[in-house]
Every structure is written in C-alpha cells, then in structure tokens.
Nanobody
C-alpha cells in the first residue's frame, strides 16, 4: 500500500494549513492512520492518530490546534493545522496500518509511511 501526502508549505505563525494523505494499492483494508513529524535533530514523534471508527488521539503539544480526520470512501486521512507555531516546523509523515493481500494469498499486516512533506512556520 502506497501513501501520497500533499499540502506542505511555508506559513506565518498563527496561520493554518491542511495536509492530506491518500492510500492506494491493490486489495487492502485500512485500520489506524496517523500523522507524525520530525524536526531537525529530533526524533520522529506522534502528532495525531485516528482509528477506522473515528476515534482520535493527539500529542499534548497540538491538542486544540490540530484536527485529524479521515474519509474512508477515499482512503484518505487529513490533518487540519490551525494556530501554527514556529515549533511546529518539521517534516510531516503520514502512516497507515492495515491488512492487504495479493490474488490467491492470505491477508498480511502492513505498516506504510508516506514520503514526508515539509511544514515551515515563520515567526
């Protein structure tokens, strides 16, 4: 399963951006999807996750500012980012977990990452 993320860019502090990430591939079923980020010199960290039923989880640093959502008909996850701060500057990655199979094969679990998209927030 491949993930394609879109929507990165440069924004001023206090501004907003929306990321999207679409899954594609052969036969698969998506479970949890989420967004992670990695700032220069830091480890990758969780931003937000959402289950297939719509339950969400957020890092404390983004609660009340970011909103994760998904459209199961489009196999797409979104991240609405409001009130952006310079410390939100990072490369943002989408992630999807689920099961997939090739024709005639059994279902197997997968864990896929998108290619990353840069978000830069200027002060």
């Amino acid at each position: 399963v491949q993930l394609q993320a879109c929507g990165g860019g440069l924004v001023q502090a206090g501004g907003c951006l929306k990321l999207s990430c679409a899954a594609s591939g052969s036969t698969y079923r998506l479970n949890d999807m989420g967004w992670y980020r990695q700032a220069p010199g830091k480890q990758r960290e969780l931003v937000a996750t959402i289950t297939s039923a719509g339950s969400t989880n957020y890092a404390d640093s983004v609660k009340s500012r970011f909103t994760i959502s998904r459209d199961n008909t489009k196999n797409t996850v979104y991240l609405q980012m409001d009130s952006l701060k310079p410390e939100d500057t990072a490369v943002y990655y989408c992630k999807a977990q689920g099961i997939s199979r090739s024709f005639g094969s059994a279902w197997i679990a997968f864990d896929s990452w998108g290619q990353g998209t840069q978000i830069t927030v200027s002060s």
